[in-house]
């Protein structure tokens, strides 16, 4: 790999090819937030948080590799607006309701939210009506904490290989589904093995018997999986 | 300087209001116990549900606002704070976001209230004729700021002593309340 210089934030720094401009810019001590992001599975560039302006145009960092001679602004005024912008809608579309969570202290959500100094939200709540699936034997689903990062779907197609997860709907309709959207305590695919309520940043995905603020979650699995595949450690 | 500010007509008049919440950021309000010394010395409270004071006064300086705006009652309320009031503080969750009292916002009021009192055990409590009593509920439970503007929040359901400390010591100093990160969090 060869390295590659470019500027961050006005200052010189270099990279290696191959890297994400968020790999780069973290790797130098700028604190970008994400939401969908998580090391160890795919990226998919979806909750647009980690956004910065190379040479004057806005680009998602965990999807643009890092280029010879590239000008990168992380913090401008414009950015921070934007990234304020969709907290608050992440908040407005579903039923956030912290104080009522299973995740409440524990969900990313609420302390990106935090973090970028979002102290209320400016649009309409549209409260929607949106189901629970509690049909699982050990976990539930609650569409209403869903940021539609699809963690879940990337980690359980990725890393435990079942393809449970998917989407539906298109835009604002859209949701998680398990199989051909059956419940999914019936699911023939799921292996229960938890993956996707470990990596949800939200109180989206539990265990069932969890009450407000009972859930943590803990995602240092991944590396240790995924670590223990690439060396070949697993020859079972 | 410390001694004149310490005269009854140059304290600052606080009120605190209660409109669609549990009483529980009140309840965190009183948990600032010795500091409430404090801030008796500088303020004097002037309407609030923990005294007995009936109607809203003029020429408040601030007032810090619990509970979201869930009735026609709230909503007049609410209006006549912000015109006695130099500054309004959004006071806890329901108030800065809707919170538990905007869970009923995906019924309709009409469904709301059958669910409650209609469908609901036991005898109705009255007939279904409109009451003329109790204040009509609005359509949707609103967050304070999209009912009139707040020049601050302290978040928190209930915000804890600290919190509330931080933002009301800032605002008696003249100072704007912005809380540090570790202290805006919701929930």
Redesign the interface.
Known sequence: MSVITLTLNGEMISGLTGQTLLEVIREHGVELPTLCHLEGISERGGCRLCMVEVNGRMTAACVTKANEGMHVNTHTEKLQNYRRMILELL?AER?H?????VM??H?EL??V???Q?????RY??L???LPMDASHKRFVLDHNRCILCTRCLRVCDEVEGAHTWELKGRGIHSMVITDLNGPWGESPSCTSCGKCVQVCPTGALYDQGSTV?EMEKKHDFLPWILGGRGKKEWNW | MMAKKKEANTKIRLATAWLGGCSGCHMSFLDLDEQLLDLFAAADLVYSPIADIKEFPPNVDVTLVEGAVANVDHLELAQQIRANSKIVV?FG?CA?????T??R??LGVDDLLTAVYHEGPGNLPRGGEVDKVMPALLP?VL?L??VIP?DA?I?G?PPDPERIWTAVSALLAGKEATLP??M????
């Open positions: 908040f039923n309701v912290c104080a009522v969570c409440n202290g969900c609420q302390s939210a935090a973090a100094g979002m102290d209320s939200v309409d709540y409260s929607p009506e603020a | 959004s969750d800065v976001t809707g919170n538990v905007s869970l916002n995906r949707k967050p700021h999209q707040v929040t978040p359901c990160e570790k805006r969090m919701f929930g």
